[in-house]
């Protein structure tokens, strides 16, 4: 019998990367979602009642103002809880936290309590919750000034736009690819998770890479140069490397 997997956000940057690998798996059946089933309560509930397993992903990461990015990610969660219940169903609900729980911005603060939503469904319901916090991702076909730093820096190289690095400091990367394997385990049950309350566990994924700001950015000119300006292949023999160019490409 096929696992029965629904991914909130699947139209989003980790979201799009997670859907399509799932979909290369043979004992696993996708449940399509669309975002317009959170503005709907007969799609959610129609939604929640296929799925074996939610991956939760659907989430504000950037606004003008945070209070609207804090609302709308609680407001999310709440109602997928909500529909969850009323089915009177218990999905192994993974949810896409963030490092920045520990901080004080609102951002985080929506993490923080929307995971403690759904902790206290699990504890509720017996339905089974993980968090996967997870630190800064890169890849293809994520969307400058929005996901990272790195989908900002690929675009403005590519079509020579001035880049500006307000802080050279270092920072801690995975490959999306990397990211969406880690997911699968989650979701195959095939790696260790760490329990954190009653049918709730944690898992958190940490960075693959670590590097300063700058160095991004001279290695994407050093790649338009060599490779769009002269048509010549980079040495891509580090994984971070390759990782780095194929993301450049797409742009």
């Not at 293809?140 to 500006?164: L, Q």
């Not at 969406?180 to 693959?208: C, N, Q, Y």
Request: with cysteine; aromatic share 10%; proline share 3%.
């Amino acid at each position: 019998m096929k696992l029965r997997v629904g991914v909130t956000g699947q139209a989003g940057f980790v979201g799009y990367h997670l859907y399509r690998t799932l979909a290369l798996k043979e004992h696993i059946e996708l449940i399509s979602f669309d975002r317009s089933f959170f503005d709907n309560v007969s799609l959610l509930a129609a939604f929640v009642k296929q799925c074996d397993v939610i991956v939760h992903l659907a989430a504000m990461n950037r606004h003008d103002d945070q209070q609207v990015i804090y609302d709308t990610n609680v407001t999310l969660v709440s109602q997928l809880v909500t529909a969850c219940e009323k089915e009177n169903v218990s999905p192994h609900i993974l949810f896409s936290s963030s490092s920045q729980e520990a901080k004080d911005n609102l951002y985080g603060k929506s993490k923080k309590e929307g995971k403690k939503l759904f902790m206290n469904w699990a504890k509720r319901t017996e339905g089974t919750f993980t968090s996967l916090t997870i630190p800064n991702v890169f890849g293809p076909f994520g969307k400058p000034n929005y996901n990272s730093v790195v989908a900002t820096f690929c675009h403005k190289v590519a079509h020579n736009e001035k880049t500006t690095i307000l802080n050279d400091g270092e920072v801690g990367l995975i490959y999306v690819n990397d990211l969406v394997e880690r997911f699968i385990k989650v979701i195959e049950k095939k790696i260790e998770t760490k329990e954190i309350g009653h049918h709730s566990f944690e898992l958190i994924i940490a960075p693959v890479t670590h590097i300063k700001v700058s160095k991004i950015l001279s290695m994407l000119h050093r790649y338009k140069s060599d490779y769009m300006g002269n048509g010549i292949f980079p040495s891509l023999e580090k994984p971070f490397d390759k990782a780095l160019f194929n993301t450049f490409r797409c742009y």
